[in-house]
């Protein structure tokens, strides 16, 4: 359930029209309702309520300050994969005591700086990662918290981009060489063992494999304690899928009961979670005008959002909903959705049934939220869009439409002689 709702033909996000804020910022822009991004952060939230867990809201879904600081607010914490983003959630007012560092590269600057900061759990995903961690705690004399990220090999039956659980991927170490590194961990004095994490991919729109790769993970973990290593936190990722189409994933009440019912094996672990696309993905749309329309061996409808601004589609031939922002009674025709950048992978939906377009019309591309923004750049020498968040009846921009000044930040023309061959 979201709060994107027509009223009076107009796409309204909560009680704001749509047209109202592209009239105010321009086009193209994300657009959140901090309603959704609440009630989607709570029901996952919630679902665990009755056992100890922490949620840490994947940052790179959806890293914008004012959403990570929503849910540092309403008591998440932060799942974070590089530098960058500890310093947004750090910004934002997240707990550092409530962020887990995940990622196959980490550098020993974002180690030493992660350190410092006192996070909760670094998720280790190679011995080389684990004795620079050594190195980098010892020259701080600090003591580092870990977890080993284990590979349990399960097919999350996703697109083969986003699996990440299967031996084949680069991510995490395999079950039979963990029990090894969990050793060499336990003798470095500089490292302190305090987890086992696993993330075996993203938008999964079943359990089994969450369950599958779970009972694995506990399976290890019995075999660390008859070792005589002790696991505090299990850490089973993030990756529930969403509705972009026809996709039925598990509500998070569902996926909550398989997880809860598995983990009674390990009673006394704390569980984090790491969901991302789940909270933001349906919380957010890209709202983009058409420029112009064209007809040929096909139907372009060519708009001024690109795939600099939404990858996904390109990357992953992914799909969203469009929606026009005003329901006219149009005729639907069949279409390409393309945008300006001078690439043929430049397109928002293919041979889709859309509505028929004129100049100035706006569309609403629908589950923007979780990996659009984030995932945006400046090809094309494209300045990014706008954010905006809406609350109730009142809008604010998070974050301003970039400028041209901005695109040559940091830039610089050699004061060389000149070359005079
Ligand atoms: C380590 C890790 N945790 C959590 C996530 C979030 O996944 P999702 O957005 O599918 O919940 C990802 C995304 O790929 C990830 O790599």
């Not at 300050?65 to 934002?92: P, Q, Y």
């Not at 399976?219 to 290593?229: E, H, K, P, T, Y």
């Amino acid at each position: 359930m979201n709060h994107f709702e027509y009223r009076d033909q107009i796409l309204h996000c909560e009680g704001v029209p749509v047209p109202l804020i592209a009239a105010s910022v321009g086009t193209p822009f994300y657009l959140y309702s901090a309603a959704t991004l609440t009630r989607h952060f709570q029901a996952m939230d919630q679902a665990f309520a009755d056992i100890p867990h922490v949620t840490c809201f994947a940052a790179k879904s959806c890293s914008n300050i004012a959403i990570l600081n929503l849910f540092g607010r309403l008591g998440g914490g932060a799942d974070i994969v590089s530098g960058g983003e500890l310093f947004r959630a750090l910004t934002a007012g997240i707990d550092p005591k409530k962020i887990v560092y995940s990622g196959v590269g980490k550098t020993p600057e974002e180690l030493r700086y992660a350190l410092k900061s006192g996070i909760l759990m670094f998720n280790v995903e190679s011995l080389q990662e684990l004795e620079t961690l050594q190195a980098v705690a010892a020259a701080l004399d600090l003591v580092a918290p870990v977890a080993l990220r284990i590979n349990p090999d399960v097919d999350p039956k996703t697109h083969a981009y986003i699996s990440t659980g299967l031996a084949k991927n680069k991510f995490g170490l395999p079950l039979d060489q963990a029990a090894e590194v969990y050793a060499a961990a336990q003798a470095m004095p500089h490292i302190e063992v305090v987890g086992v994490s696993c993330h075996i991919g993203s938008q999964l729109t079943t359990v089994a494999p969450f369950v599958e790769a779970l009972n694995k993970v506990i399976a290890f973990v019995r075999r660390l304690s008859a070792n005589g290593i002790t696991i505090k936190y299990l850490d089973m990722g993030g990756g529930l899928g969403i509705n972009y189409d026809q996709e039925e994933p598990p509500l998070p009440a569902e996926y909550a009961a398989a997880l809860k019912e598995a983990l009674r094996e390990v009673p006394g672990c704390t569980l984090i979670i790491e969901p991302g696309r789940v909270i933001v993905g349906n919380a957010g749309i890209l709202v983009t005008k058409v420029l112009y329309t064209k007809s040929g061996a096909k139907h372009f409808i060519i708009v001024d959002a690109g795939m600099n601004d939404l990858a996904r589609p390109s990357l992953y031939g992914a799909y969203h909903r469009i929606q026009p922002v005003e329901e006219k009674g149009q005729e639907n025709v069949v279409a390409d959705l393309v945008g300006p950048i001078c690439e043929t992978g430049d397109f928002l939906a293919k041979e889709r049934m859309l509505p028929v377009c004129a100049s100035d019309d706006l569309l609403a591309v629908m589950s923007a939220g979780a990996y659009g923004f984030s995932m945006s750049s400046n090809y094309n020498s494209r300045p990014r869009v706008a954010e905006v968040l809406v609350r109730g009846d009142e809008f604010q921009v998070i974050r301003k439409r970039e400028t041209f000044a901005a695109l040559i930040q940091g830039e610089n023309i050699p004061e060389w002689e000149e070359f005079s061959g």
